[in-house]
């Protein structure tokens, strides 16, 4: 898997794409929100995916249309989840400064290529357009209204829907030249001149093959002529080894300032509602009588705010 491969999301799709959805990320506009989130995505801190996060100067995609990712319940089988950096509470000065309007193009263009592929009208749903099944672009809290299965309100009542879809429809944002950050899932192998030992490099890790049943696995799995790429000396690999571990200190980094960024209070009142029926479900069959909704409602959300307050502390 990728660097920014979110560690919660389901491979393939049970119905065929029909929606672009739109959310805010609920964290500050800035050149590094997309990459952050997408990491934060990806390192399994929490039950939620995107397919792409967009901020003023990149769109970085995080899953293929192909497969659904975790946003929007009710609208995750078939729809194509975009994440924008900033809040569902900005106004209209706040959609119209110059992050905002780079980032809406960017977002566009990326939009209209998937939708175009998919088949999907370049068009903004009503909520009845929506319940009755048709395809186009929807907010999050359209998918909230409709299916009432979480009470997100992203991308706000300020967001600049006709504007954005203009940008989507006339195709401007299209003929710029869009800065795409894939996800980074190349593997190479490479071999210990001294030693022999198959390594496995990654953008962020070094690790030794340390059996030859392992690497005639890793040969199946990827596809590979039963080779290595290259041969190094001891030295350069622990040389690509140390430089792995710097990318990866800084991801863990950008993910710390990332999620210490985030209002605690905001994410515990919106992740509450979607695992509240699921966790009061489980523990009525596990033999807890008694317990209201808002009980478990409460315990969650206190145990939402434990978590980002620890992180905070290891940060």
Not at 58 to 77: H, W
Not at 148 to 156: M, V
Request: charged share 20%; hydrophobic share 45%; aromatic share 6%.
């Amino acid at each position: 898997m990728g660097t920014y491969t979110p560690a919660h999301y389901y491979e393939g799709r049970e119905k065929d794409l029909r929606l672009i959805v739109i959310h805010t990320m609920e964290a500050p506009e800035g050149p590094q929100t997309a990459e952050n989130i997408a990491a934060y995505f990806a390192s399994g801190a929490v039950v939620a995916s995107a397919h792409a996060c967009v901020d003023q100067d990149s769109v970085v995609v995080c899953l293929p249309p192909s497969d659904t990712a975790f946003a929007a319940p009710g609208a995750n089988a078939d729809g194509y989840q975009i994440e924008h950096a900033g809040y569902a509470s900005q106004d209209g000065a706040g959609w119209n400064d110059a992050e905002s309007k780079s980032m809406l193009k960017l977002s566009a263009a990326h939009a209209r290529e998937i939708a175009l592929a998919a088949g999907i009208p370049l068009k903004h749903l009503t909520n009845a357009e929506l319940a009755a099944g048709e395809a186009g672009f929807v907010g999050h809290n359209q998918v909230s209204d409709v299916y009432k299965r979480s009470d997100h309100w992203d991308p706000g009542p300020d967001f600049p829907w006709d504007q954005y879809m203009d940008l989507v429809n006339n195709g401007e944002a299209a003929t710029e030249e869009t800065p795409i950050v894939q996800e980074e899932d190349t593997m190479h192998f490479v071999r210990s001149a001294q030693t022999g030992t198959i390594f496995a490099v990654t953008p962020t890790d070094v690790v030794a093959m340390t059996n030859a049943k392992l690497w005639g696995d890793i040969v199946k799995a990827y596809g590979l002529s039963n080779s290595y790429e290259v041969t190094l000396d001891n030295g350069d690999i622990a040389a690509i080894a140390a430089d792995a571990a710097a990318r990866r200190a800084r991801l863990v980094a950008e993910v710390a300032a990332t999620v210490g960024s985030i209002d605690p209070e905001k994410i515990a009142g919106a992740i509450a509602p979607a695992i509240v029926p699921p966790l009061l479900d489980a523990l009525t069959k596990a033999g807890a009588a008694g317990l209201t909704t808002d009980q478990v409602r409460d315990a969650a959300e206190q145990a939402v705010r434990t978590v980002f307050a620890d992180a905070g502390k290891e940060s």
